[in-house]
């Protein structure tokens, strides 16, 4: 069965300072990952996605991730956060060949203060 | 301006009175979904259906039902609320892509959500 882990409930950076934000991944075959991102009071967007090709992967709002497959790992990394980044990030995997449902970490809180 | 649209954002009922949650895009997508986020939980899969008049279950859907009559709308019935169905609720719709030789969804596309309290 697929699954997704992220490790750590929350992550505390300072403006300015490179962020990372970890997930780990389980599928039997090609993962197709994802990466949103959920601001207060509001639905979870689309930020950047990894299906095949290159594994460094830009989104967003100067967001990229990093797909790893002998660790499994799809990390969201930033070089420089910002306030604005705040929020709490889901990362999300689906078994590239079968299956359609999205499965879902339980979600890091980034915290940037200034 | 694409969207997808959850009504009522925000509800207090008691146990047991029947409700409904309607969702509704406007990007002509097949694939729709309900989705419950829970402290701790992350997101899980309530119910999910590639075109009209296909559903599946998805990871959790005890105490609810759906139904797709129409591409655009896919409405969330709670039939008998209990307290354990309070949460915040999401519907997200996506295209679906051609994979592997069959049809799979691709990006999420998720409403602001629903705030269910059930007394």
């Known amino acids: 069965a697929q699954s997704v882990a992220q490790p750590e409930d929350q992550v505390n950076v300072a403006e300015g300072n490179p962020l990372t934000v970890k997930c780990t991944y389980s599928?039997?075959?090609?993962?197709?990952l994802f990466w949103y991102v959920q601001y207060p009071n509001r639905g979870l967007q689309f930020l950047l996605k990894?299906?095949?090709?290159?594994?460094l992967v830009k989104g967003s709002y100067g967001f990229e991730a990093e797909f790893n497959k002998s660790q499994t790992s799809f990390h969201l990394k930033k070089p420089s956060a910002l306030v604005s980044d705040s929020a709490l990030y889901f990362c999300?995997?689906?078994?590239?060949?079968?299956?359609?449902?999205?499965?879902f970490g339980k979600g890091t809180t980034l915290s940037v203060s200034s | 301006e694409a969207q997808v649209t959850q009504n009522p954002r925000y509800l207090i009922t008691v146990t047991g009175k029947k409700l409904t949650v309607t969702c509704s895009q406007n990007?002509?997508?097949?694939?729709m979904s309900w989705y419950r986020q829970d402290p701790g939980l992350g997101l899980r899969q309530i119910y999910y259906?590639?075109?009209?008049?296909?559903?599946d279950k998805g990871d959790v859907p005890e105490g609810y039902k759906v139904s797709r009559k129409e591409k655009r709308n896919f409405p969330l019935i709670l039939e008998s609320p209990s307290p354990n169905q309070t949460s915040l609720y999401f519907c997200?719709?996506?295209?679906?892509?051609?994979?592997?030789?069959?049809?799979?969804?691709?990006?999420?596309?998720f409403g602001e959500g629903s705030r269910l309290t059930v007394l």
């Open positions: 997200a719709s996506s295209p679906t892509v051609i994979a592997g030789g069959g049809r799979r969804a691709g990006e999420l596309f």
């Open positions: 999300a995997v689906r078994e590239g060949q079968a299956g359609t449902a999205l499965i």
């Open positions: 990894y299906i095949t090709g290159d594994n």
């Open positions: 990007m002509n997508h097949e694939y």
């Open positions: 599928v039997s075959g090609n993962p197709y």
């Open positions: 259906s590639m075109n009209v008049e296909v559903t």
